[in-house]
T-cell receptor
Framework: AQTVTQSQPEMSVQEAETVTLSCTYD???????LFWYKQPPSRQMILVIR??????QNATENRFSVNFQKAAKSFSLKISDSQLGDTAMYFC?????????????FGKGTSLLVTP | EAQVTQNPRYLITVTGKKLTVTCSQN?????MSWYRQDPGLGLRQIYY???????DKGDVPEGYKVSRKEKRNFPLILESPSPNQTSLYFC???????????????FGPGTRLLVL
């Protein structure tokens, strides 16, 4: 079974500090995609960052970066210079191949609170 | 503006009364999918469609139907809703590159359904 585990249900960080959200996954595939999605109180699902497994370089989007460890099947999200607007639920997602198509397999989420 | 739209955004209904949640995308995406989100469970896939007239079950298809008669539309049908289908529903779409790997999925704003 292909699963995604987010071991931190809730986290808190002060404004301007750095926080890391962890995610591990399990798969037997060699090529796949990993995603982090943000869900603010509005409930909209917003893509934060995407990593392609065949790329060794860690993806970066402004203040958001990942630490992708393929052998360890780990995909953590680092948020630098945290802002109040980063308060949200964060979901790690893994693309799983289900014949004949595919689907995003989501973790249960980490609720991040950024405090002043 | 490129987007995925869902209607209605909020719906309260009673057990057994058939309902349809519409989903439409204007990005000419081949792939579309429905997810439900429940507290503590993350998002789980209900159905997906690789293209017109091609649909398949996701992880939690029981009690739902879908159709894909046009590329842009992917309605979710609850023939006889029950209280355990009370949830937040998301439609998503993505382009299909090379037929195998999933591009980034773009989500609609969500439909909050309450079945009494």
């Amino acid at each position: 079974a292909q699963t995604v585990t987010q071991s931190q249900p809730e986290m808190s960080v002060q404004e301007a500090e750095t926080v890391t959200l962890s995610c591990t996954y399990d798969t037997s595939e060699n090529n796949y995609y990993l995603f982090w999605y943000k869900q603010p109180p509005s409930r909209q699902m917003i893509l934060v960052i995407r990593q392609e497994a065949y790329k060794q370089q860690n993806a970066t989007e402004n203040r958001f970066s990942v630490n992708f460890q393929k052998a360890a099947k780990s995909f953590s999200l680092k948020i630098s210079d945290s802002q109040l607007g980063d308060t949200a639920m964060y979901f790690c997602a893994f693309m799983k191949h289900v014949r004949p198509g595919y689907a995003l397999n989501f973790g249960k989420g980490t609720s991040l609170l950024v405090t002043p | 503006e490129a987007q995925v739209t869902q209607n209605p955004r909020y719906l309260i209904t009673v057990t057994g009364k058939k309902l349809t949640v519409t989903c439409s995308q204007n990005m000419n995406h081949e792939y579309m999918s429905w997810y439900r989100q429940d507290p503590g469970l993350g998002l789980r896939q209900i159905y997906y469609s690789m293209n017109v007239e091609v649909t398949d079950k996701g992880d939690v298809p029981e009690g739902y139907k879908v159709s894909r008669k046009e590329k842009r539309n992917f309605p979710l049908i609850l023939e006889s809703p029950s209280p355990n289908q009370t949830s937040l529903y998301f439609c998503a779409s993505s382009p299909q590159r090379g037929g195998r790997y999933l591009e980034t999925q773009y989500f609609g704003p969500g439909t909050r359904l309450l079945v009494l």
